[in-house]
């Protein structure tokens, strides 16, 4: 029978001890909210800032057409306000999602017309319709998780990795003799570019915005079950043709139960935003 000696059990006991703790040191520093993992490869291979370029400029000519058209709502109007001031708590939580968005020049402005629809363009710039108000009586809590979606979509660069696997599959075999083809890629920026205002996203891509929305909207203070009703309003908008905001996108029931899923890794989010800040002591 083999022994082990009182000091060589002492180290076995102290590293096994070292090792617990490191363990729950790790556990009680995990991450809060929800878990999506990193942000894809295939967004690597096309440069953001020119991709953020070209979004400010389709963004540009959208607000000046609708000047035009007289359906850019004003900075006094209370639609816009509203959106605003839900965007200001929003945004401060974007950072750890993307750390190029502390650089971004964020805009939101409001467009009149029926559409149900919003988005948030690369390098953020927010956009909503009246009609997503209007037609669905959206709540402050709903339209944060609606705002939440569209940066979310920003913050995890769909658009980008979109272009970059078109620029993958137009490269092929040749895409590591070239070292990424960066003149190849440098053409899907200008080529799709144009169409960032209505580029589609996977049914992946908006279960992903819906979770990173969720976190968004609920570390800002908003209760993400706001989701769920947001989505019934939605469902129920849709008894002829989806509206537009929702054609791409799971399948109501499907979007739901899946948020269900996520609040229990949210609503505690929520919870902690709401306490109010205790005194300092002084």
Not at 129 to 158: F, N, P, S
Not at 253 to 264: L, N
Request: net charge positive; hydrophobic share 40%.
């Amino acid at each position: 029978m083999t022994t082990i000696s009182p000091t060589k059990f002492s180290r076995v006991m102290c590293g096994l001890a070292l090792t617990f703790v490191l363990a729950s040191a790790s556990l009680s520093h995990a991450r809060e909210g929800v878990e999506v993992g990193a942000n894809s490869a295939f967004s690597k291979l096309v440069p953001a800032g020119e991709i953020e370029q070209s979004a400010a400029q389709q963004y540009a000519q959208m607000l000046a057409q609708a000047q035009e058209q007289r359906a850019l709502a004003g900075s006094e109007h209370p639609q816009v306000q509203r959106l605003r001031a839900i965007a200001r708590r929003i945004i401060p939580y974007a950072n750890e999602w993307n750390p190029r968005a502390k650089d971004w020049r964020w805009e939101v402005n409001l467009i009149g017309s029926k559409q149900i629809n919003a988005f948030c363009m690369p390098g953020g710039k927010i956009a909503f319709y009246t009609g997503i108000l209007d037609t669905l009586k959206l709540t402050d809590d709903e339209v944060a998780m609606v705002m939440g979606h569209e940066i979310a979509h920003a913050l995890r660069e769909h658009a980008r990795e979109r272009m970059g696997k078109t620029a993958a599959t137009g490269l092929g075999a040749n895409l590591l003799s070239q070292v990424l083809g960066l003149g190849q890629v440098g053409q899907t920026v200008t080529q799709y570019g144009a169409q960032l205002l209505s580029l589609k996203f996977s049914r992946e891509d908006e279960s992903e915005a819906d979770l990173v929305g969720l976190e968004l909207a609920a570390r800002a203070g908003y209760d993400p079950r706001a989701g769920i009703t947001l989505w019934r309003k939605m469902s129920a908008a849709n008894k002829n043709a989806p509206p537009q905001w929702l054609s791409t996108h799971p399948a109501g029931d499907t979007r739901i139960a899946d948020m269900e899923a996520a609040m229990a890794q949210v609503v505690p989010l929520y919870d902690k935003a709401k306490k109010p800040a205790k005194p300092s002591q002084q």
